[in-house]
C-alpha cells in the first residue's frame, strides 16, 4: 500500500508541474487550418509562449484559472506578432492569426489592399505559393520600423477584399490570416459567424517557434510514407 501510494503521489506531482508549465511558461498547439499559410501550415506543432502577455481567465489549458476581468502581469502585444487566441463568440475554440490593429487604429482592406490609419500597407511580390501570388508584406512597427512577413493572395477581388474601416475598441485586438482569401478573421463580425475584435482576456500566447511539423493527409499507420510526411526543415524554426 505505501508502494503504490508513492506512485500515486509521483504521478500527480508529475502531472501537477506540467499543468503549471503549461499554463505559466508555454504549450504546444497543432496549427489545424490553411489561413496562416505560408507562415504555418496544416499539421504544424507550434510552441506558444504564456508569459508573453500575461494570464487571463483563459491561460489554463483545463480551464482551472478563476474566473476574473483583465490580464495579472498584463504585457501589451506588438503588431506583427502571431497570437494564439480564444475565439471571442465560442472560448471553447483556440485560434492563431497575426496581429494587425492595435487598440484605436483603423483597419481596413481596398481592392485587396491592408490599410492602417489610412496608410497603405506596403507589399511587394516574391513569387508564387501553390499557384497563388506571394508577398511580404511590411506592417508598421514602433519607432518608425516595419516587420515583415510573407502573405498568399489568390487575387484582389475576393470576398474580404473590400470591407468598411474597424476602428478598434479600446483593449480590443484585430487579427488577420496570412492567407487572406482562405482566413476566417476579424475582418468578418461574430455575428456572421467570424472572429470579430479580440479582447485582450482571450490572448493566450504568442507563437515564437515550431516543435515539429507533419503533413496530416499521410496517416500515422502509412509507415512507408513517413519519410515523406515529417517535414523536417520546419523543425524547431522561427515562427516571423
Known amino acids: 500500500m505505501k508502494l503504490w501510494t508513492g506512485e500515486v503521489k509521483s504521478i500527480a506531482l508529475a502531472l501537477g508541474l506540467v499543468l503549471v508549465v503549461r499554463t505559466v511558461v508555454a504549450e ?46 498584463d504585457r501589451a502585444p506588438e503588431r506583427g506578432d502571431v497570437v494564439v487566441f480564444r ?7 483556440t485560434y492563431v492569426k497575426r496581429l494587425i490593429g492595435l487598440p484605436g487604429d483603423r483597419i481596413q482592406m481596398r481592392q485587396g489592399r491592408l490599410y492602417i490609419n489610412d496608410t497603405l500597407v506596403p507589399r511587394r511580390q516574391v513569387g508564387a505559393y501553390e499557384g497563388n501570388t506571394l508577398y511580404v508584406e511590411s506592417l508598421p512597427a514602433a519607432g518608425g520600423d516595419t516587420r515583415d512577413h510573407e502573405i498568399v ?27 487572406r482569401d482562405d482566413s476566417l478573421d476579424s475582418r468578418i463580425a461574430e455575428a456572421d459567424g467570424g472572429v470579430g475584435f479580440v479582447p485582450e482576456e482571450n490572448l493566450v500566447a504568442r507563437a515564437d517557434r515550431l516543435l515539429l511539423s507533419r503533413d496530416t493527409k499521410v496517416g500515422w499507420g502509412d509507415i512507408g510514407q513517413w519519410p515523406h510526411a515529417f517535414r523536417l526543415a520546419r523543425f524547431f524554426g522561427r515562427i516571423d
Open 153 to 179: 493572395e489568390v487575387s484582389d477581388s475576393q470576398a474580404h477584399d473590400d470591407t468598411p474601416v474597424f476602428v478598434v475598441p479600446d483593449r480590443h485586438y484585430f487579427m488577420m490570416g496570412d492567407n
Open 28 to 73: 504546444p498547439y497543432t496549427v489545424p487550418s490553411p489561413s496562416m499559410v505560408p507562415t504555418l501550415l496544416v499539421g504544424d506543432e507550434l510552441i506558444g509562449a504564456k508569459f508573453a502577455y500575461g494570464y487571463s481567465k483563459y491561460s489554463s489549458p483545463i480551464g482551472l484559472m478563476p474566473d476574473f476581468a483583465g490580464r495579472l502581469f
Open 87 to 93: 475565439l471571442p463568440r465560442d472560448p471553447s475554440q
